[in-house]
């Protein structure tokens, strides 16, 4: 409905090809027109190494599938993920588990809430 994101998954995986095929598997079985991704900036805004890998990863992705990308900062959103499940009084243990999926939530959250 576009209007409250909700986590799917988590895809922890280090080998870039392996990365990708995962990633656009999961664009094609959920149908997705577009993919959120979160701009690591650097707190005053500028951007770092980091951001040169996340565009071109996401580069690589996008040149096997046709696929729109939005760009969304995601500055402090694991913060605020550990500040929600602090309040929701989860353990350390289950913060772990969950927090990126929690920021990434936020990331989408905030994409959508743009729109």
Do not use: C, H
Not at 35 to 49: A, C, H, Q, R, T
Request: net charge neutral; no cysteine; proline share 2%.
């Amino acid at each position: 409905t576009e209007t409250l994101a909700s986590p799917k998954t988590v895809i922890k995986e280090y080998n870039k090809e392996r990365l990708y095929k995962k990633v656009a598997e999961l664009a094609k079985e959920l149908n997705a027109e577009e993919i959120v991704v979160g701009l690591p900036k650097n707190m005053d805004g500028s951007e770092g190494f980091k951001v040169d890998e996340v565009r071109q990863f996401i580069a690589d992705l996008t040149a096997e599938r046709q696929i729109e990308t939005i760009w969304v900062d995601e500055r402090l959103t694991t913060v605020s993920a550990e500040r929600a499940l602090l309040e929701a009084d989860v353990s350390r243990a289950k913060r772990k588990k969950v927090i990126d999926k929690m920021a990434a939530v936020i990331i989408l959250q905030s994409y959508l809430d743009r729109l």
